[in-house]
């Protein structure tokens, strides 16, 4: 099972391999927290940029947050359909489908597994 999420104001500005690429990061790097217990977005944004060697990136902590935030909701609901009867699931993707079409800027494919992995570690 695989959805295509579309993240609207959340994925402004990022493009698509981008996305990806901090999708997978994410699953298997975590969420750091800080001394509280607390999410520690500024650290996970400078361990992203730092696995692609990049000196800037053009997203804030607060972007970071958005976008992760945006992840979690959603593979949790995909978590949640997995559970469903398969011909439910198959008429959820349908519905899904004519209502996104033109929105290709802001997606993002996700497996019932990668949603799986991202829930356990974050």
Known sequence: YQRRVHGGDEFEGWNKELRKEFFQFVIYFGVPLNNEG????????????AQ???????????????????????????????QRPKGEQEEQKK??????????????D???????LFNRYN
């Open 38 to 49: 607390k999410s520690n977005w500024v650290e996970l944004r400078e361990r992203f940029m």
């Open 52 to 82: 692609r060697n990049q000196k800037d990136l053009d997203k804030s902590a607060s972007n970071i947050e958005k976008m992760v935030q945006k992840i979690r909701t959603v593979c949790q609901q995909i978590i949640q359909e997995g």
């Open 95 to 108: 519905e899904e489908e004519m209502e996104i079409e033109n929105e290709q800027d802001h997606e993002l």
């Open 110 to 116: 996700i497996s019932l597994d990668d949603a799986v």
